[in-house]
């Protein structure tokens, strides 16, 4: 059974970065692509950042965009999001996430083209 694991949340203040790792257990990772999602109470979850299996490609939502960073390293089986320049809006439980299908070319953004989720790291941005 292939696990995700999220690291690196915790408390900052607005305008500090952090960077947030996924690490999985399978021996295939190399072949899926990656999402963040995040998710306050009362809402629902939104995709903040992909990139694809080979890290060709990568996506990210408008409100993150020049402030978030996607990245893969394979032989660690890792994938890293970047967070620069916090606020208040980026406070969320953040989760990662492998994509249903393998050596797909592109990310998909939406909850459905994920299968396998981790169990979330908090990030609380204080102004």
């Known amino acids: 059974q292939v696990q995700l694991v999220e690291s690196g949340g915790g408390l900052v203040q607005t305008g500090d970065p952090l960077r947030l790792s996924c690490v999985s257990s399978?021996?295939?990772?190399?072949?899926?692509?990656i999402g963040w999602f995040r998710q306050v109470p009362g809402k629902e979850r939104e995709f903040v950042a992909g990139?694809?299996?080979?890290?060709?490609?990568?996506a990210y939502a408008d409100s993150v965009k020049g402030r978030f960073v996607i990245s893969r390293e394979d032989d660690k089986n890792t994938v890293y999001l970047q967070m620069n320049s916090l606020n208040a809006a980026d406070t969320a439980v953040y989760s990662c996430?492998?994509?249903?299908?393998?050596?797909?070319?592109?990310?998909?953004?939406?909850?459905?083209?994920?299968?396998?989720w981790g169990q979330g790291t908090r990030v609380t941005v204080s102004s």
């Open positions: 996430a492998m994509s249903v299908f393998k050596y797909a070319t592109a990310v998909d953004t939406t909850t459905q083209g994920y299968s396998i």
């Open positions: 990139i694809n299996w080979s890290g060709s490609r990568t």
């Open positions: 399978g021996p295939r990772f190399s072949t899926y692509g």
